[in-house]
Every structure is written in structure tokens, then in C-alpha cells.
């Protein structure tokens, strides 16, 4: 018994020791600090009631010694509609926690903005506090801008309707029903949530201007990574479709990026205008860009690039494209080319009656970057095969070919190619400018035939006549540093 009472005893005196060793690690000298991974934590271009994507940062302990943190707390007491989770407590104060030796904890922020009823944007900044058990104070800035936005959930526009300059959000789909026209003016901004579309049955009519474009993008206004933001990822959202029964639509000045596809025209009445495209943007989809089913389609003066699927589609029908830049740079996943042609569709006939190239640019990295896919039906369907190209540079096999006149071919063993013909194509931030280069080849091959109807480029420089750039944008030397 008493040998028993000996052992007890020794185990007490080692958890005493052991509880004192512990307490002993723990300092509350003034002199140790806390390290931050960032002193400022932002949230860009919210959308005001609406809780915000969480951020979250890093708080070490770097020193040789544990620390005691008596409280984190937000300095405006949870007004500015910030909160944190911080080891596992969540609110806006959170008392007693503690940070071993070379350890580190997690704080996860997130913020809710109240509506101002403005148009404009807004700014609200807290701070984060950590006092540790020393009386020792540290922050870190917690700044958010939001803005008011129209939110809109599976609408349907029955009635000819007008949307003004504004920013507008789309969950699972805006419907333009027959016999309603959707008129969408300078400065409006559509903010797609995943997978919701625009359907257009009846018409659509965009027009956005040069310093105003209208803009159809996805709802994240966050970063992926933080060199790459969501508004540069493909397939955020669905895109825009021009159904059998919609005639008559116009995009004109409209910037349109990043869905699972840019604009998709259903087959329907071929005697008719179906859609025309001027001085707009179609970028960065996981599927096809521009896909046009035995549709009357004209394009001009617009860019359409990168795309998993063809920049640009054409499945029969009488299309015409006029100073246009297309070009495939997707490197995403494995891609098709910047141009297809097709007669077919699942084995029925879809006769391409016209498909005319001018003063255009189709290019890419493969090493033919136009396809057609046509059968040979011969007499059983007159007229199944027409395409023309004239005054254009385009990456595909040189022909001598009567539908091919005063071509330039992009050819990849020659320089300049591919990307060596724009300003910026840059891969690994997957951000681009199509601006031409000083010694591209698109450089003066326009023709001038029609140049009062297509005076001006893409961002409204004038084209001059007898040395017309080819694509969607005129030539811009690069203006140098002034001397120092």
C-alpha cells in the first residue's frame, strides 16, 4: 500500500511538472509580435446583400516562445458587415486563444454590404484586433467595395423592355419570349451566375458604344489564384442563345467572355437576317465561341478568340465576316481550330450557300487553323459548297484555289506567326492583346472596296485609305517613353 501511494504521488508531482513546463512556454513580453501573411485583406466589386466569398490569411507565431491571445475582436463591433472565423470561433470577438511556438492559426473573412442606392461603387473598411495576454495590439485592414445590383431569377421579358446602363446579375436564365423585343443600352453590365443563359426566342437588340460596351460576363468578381481572377476563366457561366424563332437581332458594341459558349444561333428561317455582330467581343469559352446553324449571320469589325471549341462554327447557311480578328490561343485543354465550315449536321444536308471572308484574320498555334468538313452530295443538293476569302491573313495550307484571292497565308515556319502578330499573348496569366504588332503580316493587305461602311475599327480609330490593317484592329505604333 504504501509502495502504491509513493507511485501516486510521483505521477501528481509529474503533471505538475509537466503543467508548469507548459505554463513556463507561454511569455507576455511586449516584445513579441505576431506575423501576418497579409496586413490588408480586400474584397473587390461585391454585390451589395449578399454574403461575400470567404478570404482567408495566416497568423505566426514565428517566435520561441507560445503566445496567449486574449481577444480578437472587429473594431466597428460587427457594423461594416465583416466577420471572422478564427480557430474555430466564429463573430465578431473571439477571447482566449492561444498560438504555440513556430505555429500558426487560420482566420477566414467574409462580408455582407448593406444597399446604398446608388449606381456607383462603395467602399467600407473594419479592422481586425489582436491583443495578446502582454497588452500588445495588432491589425490587420479588412476593406470591401461593393455595389447595388438588379438581381434576377429565372425572368422571362414577355413585352418589348429597355434595360439602361446599370449592372444587372442573372440566376438560371433570362427569357426573351416571342414576339418580345430586349433592347440593352450603353453601360450595361450582366453578371451571369453558373450555368445561367440568356435564351432569346423573340429579338434581341444591343447597343453598347465605343467608351460603353455592353458586357455579358460571369458573377465572380474574385480571384482563382491570386495572378488570375474568375473573369479570366472559361465556363463560369452559360451563354447566349438565339433561338429557331428569333429573327432580327442586332449586337452592336458588346463584350461577351468567359461562359461555356459565346453566342449560339439555332437553325431557323434562312430567307431572313437572323442576327448581325458589329464592333463587339467574343473571348475565352470552354466550348464554341461563335456557332451558327444554317443561319443569315454577318460579322464585323468584331474580335471572336479562344475558344476550347472553333473561335467560330459555321454549320451551312449564308454567313459573311468583314474585318475580323479570330484567332486561337485556348490552352486550357486540347482544342479544335479557330475556323470550322461544315455542310452537315448529324448526317443531314445543311448547305453552306455563302461563306465569305474579307479583310479578316484567322489564325492560331496549330498549324491549320481552318477546317472544312464536307460531304459530296453532289446534284442531290445543289449549292452545298461555297466559302470565299479575299484580302485576309490565315494560318492554313496554301491552296491554289479560286476561293482563296490575295491571301496571306500564316505559315509556321515562317516569322512573324501566331502570336508574334499581337502585342500580348500571354499563356500564363491567360491575359491577351490583339493589337497588331509593327511587323505582322495582316499589316496594309485590306482592300479599300467598302471602307465608307467600315471607316472606323473596333475601339473607333479611323482605317485610311491605300494602307488598310486586316482584323479588327487598326495598327497603333507603340508610343515611346518620353526622354527623361
Wanted: one cysteine or more; aromatic letters at 10%.
Amino acid at each position: 500500500m504504501k509502495k502504491q501511494v509513493i507511485a501516486f504521488c510521483m505521477i501528481l508531482m509529474s503533471v505538475f511538472f509537466v503543467a508548469c513546463n507548459e505554463d513556463a512556454g507561454f511569455s507576455s513580453s511586449p516584445s513579441l509580435r505576431l506575423e501576418f501573411s497579409s496586413d490588408t485583406i480586400s474584397f473587390d466589386t461585391l454585390f451589395t446583400d449578399r454574403v461575400s466569398p470567404s478570404a482567408m490569411f495566416t497568423v505566426r507565431n514565428r517566435n520561441k516562445n507560445s503566445l496567449r491571445i486574449s481577444e480578437v475582436r472587429l473594431a466597428s463591433g460587427g457594423s461594416s458587415g465583416f466577420n471572422v472565423l478564427v480557430d474555430g470561433q466564429y463573430g465578431t470577438v473571439m477571447r482566449d486563444l492561444e498560438i504555440r511556438a513556430k505555429d500558426s492559426l487560420f482566420v477566414v473573412a467574409s462580408v455582407k454590404l448593406e444597399r446604398n442606392g446608388l449606381d456607383t461603387p462603395y467602399q467600407v473598411r473594419d479592422s481586425l484586433l489582436f491583443t495578446l495576454e502582454s497588452g500588445v495590439v495588432q491589425q490587420v485592414q479588412l476593406v470591401a467595395h461593393g455595389r447595388d445590383v438588379v438581381f434576377m431569377y429565372a425572368d422571362s421579358i414577355l413585352s418589348d423592355t429597355t434595360f439602361t446602363a446599370g449592372h444587372y446579375v442573372v440566376y438560371d436564365s433570362l427569357r426573351v419570349t416571342e414576339n418580345a423585343v430586349l433592347n440593352i443600352e450603353e453601360g450595361a453590365i450582366f453578371y451571369f451566375h453558373d450555368k445561367a443563359f440568356l435564351k432569346v426566342e423573340g429579338a434581341l437588340n444591343i447597343k453598347g458604344s465605343y467608351n460603353a460596351p455592353v458586357v455579358f460576363r460571369g458573377d465572380r468578381t474574385d480571384n482563382l489564384f491570386d495572378y488570375l481572377p474568375y473573369d479570366r476563366v472559361p465556363g463560369k457561366w452559360g451563354g447566349v442563345l438565339i433561338a429557331s424563332t428569333s429573327n432580327g437581332n442586332m449586337i452592336e458594341h458588346c463584350d461577351i467572355h468567359g461562359a461555356e459558349y459565346g453566342i449560339k444561333v439555332e437553325r431557323g428561317d434562312t430567307a431572313v437576317k437572323r442576327l448581325s455582330v458589329a464592333s463587339s467581343k467574343l473571348q475565352n469559352f470552354a466550348g464554341n465561341a461563335l456557332e451558327l446553324h444554317a443561319a443569315h449571320v454577318d460579322v464585323t469589325n468584331s474580335l471572336i478568340a479562344n475558344a476550347q471549341g472553333n473561335c467560330v462554327k459555321v454549320v451551312g447557311g449564308d454567313v459573311a465576316f468583314t474585318y475580323c480578328t479570330i484567332a486561337n490561343f485556348y490552352v486550357w485543354k486540347q482544342r479544335d481550330v479557330a475556323l470550322a465550315l461544315h455542310n452537315n449536321f448529324e448526317g443531314e444536308p445543311m448547305p453552306l450557300h455563302g461563306a465569305s471572308f474579307r479583310n479578316c484574320i484567322i489564325t492560331g498555334t496549330k498549324a491549320d487553323e481552318l477546317m472544312g468538313y464536307f460531304e459530296a452530295y453532289g446534284d442531290t443538293v445543289p449549292n452545298s459548297v461555297n466559302y470565299h476569302f479575299e484580302n485576309s491573313l490565315i494560318n492554313t495550307i496554301q491552296a491554289e484555289d479560286s476561293c482563296f484571292v490575295n491571301v496571306v497565308y500564316d505559315i509556321v515556319d515562317e516569322e512573324p506567326f501566331a502570336k508574334a502578330h499581337f502585342v500580348k499573348i500571354d499563356n500564363q496569366v491567360f491575359d491577351y492583346d490583339f493589337h497588331l504588332t509593327e511587323e505582322s503580316k495582316a499589316r496594309g493587305i485590306a482592300s479599300d472596296e467598302h471602307l465608307d461602311l467600315f471607316l472606323y475599327d473596333l475601339e473607333g480609330v479611323v482605317r485610311e485609305a491605300g494602307n488598310i490593317d486586316a482584323g479588327c484592329y487598326v495598327y497603333k505604333p507603340v508610343e515611346e517613353e518620353a526622354a527623361e
